[in-house]
C-alpha cells in the first residue's frame, strides 16, 4: 500500500508565527483587529500609490513643483472590508481630476483591486502582466507606472509591520505577499 503524504499547506509560515508574535493576540477579536488594521494600511499606501501615479510625481518631491497640479488633502471614508468597516483618507487633488481604483467614489464597499493587484504581484507576474490581466479580464485601465507605484508602496508599507513585536529577521505573508525585514 502506497503511503500518502499529506502536504501542509498553510496561509502563513511556522517561522512568522513566533511565540513573542503571537503573544500579542489573547482573544479572536485581537486578531480580527489586527488584520482589519492591517488592511487599512495597505489601502491607504495604495491609495498613495495612485495619487503618485495619478500626479507623476511622489508626495514632497521638488518635480511637482509648478507642475499644474497637487495633492489637495484628504478626507475620511468610511468603506467596508473584508476584515469590518473602516475610516480611510481618500485622497484629491487641487484639479479634482483624481479617481481611486481601490477605493471607487460613492462606493461603500472597497473593490478588491487591491487583492487583486497583490495576488498577481505575488504569484511573480510583471506590472506588465498584471495590467494587460486588469485590462483584458477586468475591464479595470491602470497604467503600468501606476501599477508599479501602488506595489511598491504596498512594500514600503510592509516594511513598517516588521518592527516590533514581530521580531527581526521574519518574514511576514500578507495575501500571498511576503514582507521581508532587511532586504
Known amino acids: 500500500m502506497k503511503k500518502i503524504m499529506k ?3 498553510h496561509a502563513v509560515p511556522d517561522e512568522v508565527l513566533s511565540k513573542k508574535f503571537l503573544n500579542q493576540f489573547k482573544t479572536e477579536a485581537d486578531v480580527s483587529k489586527f488584520l482589519k488594521q492591517l488592511h487599512a494600511q495597505v489601502l491607504e499606501k495604495m491609495l498613495e500609490g495612485e495619487m503618485d501615479a495619478h500626479l507623476g510625481y511622489e508626495k514632497n518631491s521638488v518635480s511637482g513643483h509648478n507642475s499644474g497640479n497637487s495633492r489637495n488633502g484628504s478626507y475620511p471614508k468610511k468603506i467596508q472590508t473584508e ?3 473602516a475610516i480611510i483618507p481618500i485622497l484629491h487633488d ?7 481604483i481601490v477605493v471607487p467614489k460613492h462606493e461603500g464597499r472597497g473593490f478588491s483591486i487591491e487583492k487583486l493587484v497583490i495576488s498577481l504581484y505575488a504569484k511573480g507576474m510583471s506590472v506588465s502582466d498584471i495590467e494587460e ?3 483584458e479580464i477586468y ?3 491602470l497604467s503600468t507606472s501606476a ?3 501602488i506595489t511598491n508602496k504596498v512594500n514600503q508599507g510592509c516594511s513598517g509591520i516588521t518592527e516590533p513585536p514581530f521580531g527581526s529577521g521574519l518574514s511576514h505573508r500578507l495575501d500571498g505577499w511576503y514582507c521581508i525585514q532587511g532586504s
Do not use: A, T, W
Open 94 to 100: 487641487r484639479n479634482g481630476e483624481f479617481e481611486s
Open 83 to 85: 476584515h469590518g468597516e
Open 133 to 135: 490581466e486588469m485590462r
Open 139 to 141: 475591464e479595470i485601465e
Open 7 to 9: 502536504e501542509k499547506n
Open 147 to 149: 501599477i508599479s507605484i
